[in-house]
């Protein structure tokens, strides 16, 4: 995690089990999510290269697995606490 002038904040691991990497991902935007909240953080940007996660997230058509979705929907849920929230997809070179 960093804060709006790229300085490290936060990082984190957590082990769990997940069927398809679609809902890994979207295990680790909840995790990812709920840092957020707990670090009581105003603004939160969102990146992530699962194209229908993001799409999901932004309400845009996507093809989720109802799992994927039901995790999705807990992280929709928790990012009405942010005063500014944003779902990027970007591709796996831009996000190292």
Do not use: H, P
Request: glycine share 6%.
């Amino acid at each position: 995690m960093r804060n709006c002038y790229g300085k490290f904040i936060l990082a984190g691991s957590v082990t769990r089990n997940a069927s398809t990497a679609e809902e890994a991902e979207s295990k680790g935007i909840l995790e990812g999510v709920r840092r957020a909240v707990q670090q009581r953080l105003k603004r939160l940007e969102v990146e992530t290269d699962c194209k229908s996660a993001a799409d999901f997230l932004n309400e845009l058509t996507s093809n989720l697995s109802w799992g994927a979705s039901n995790i999705l929907k807990e992280a929709k849920n928790l990012a009405l606490y942010f005063d500014y929230v944003s779902f990027k997809c970007c591709n796996r070179s831009g996000n190292s």
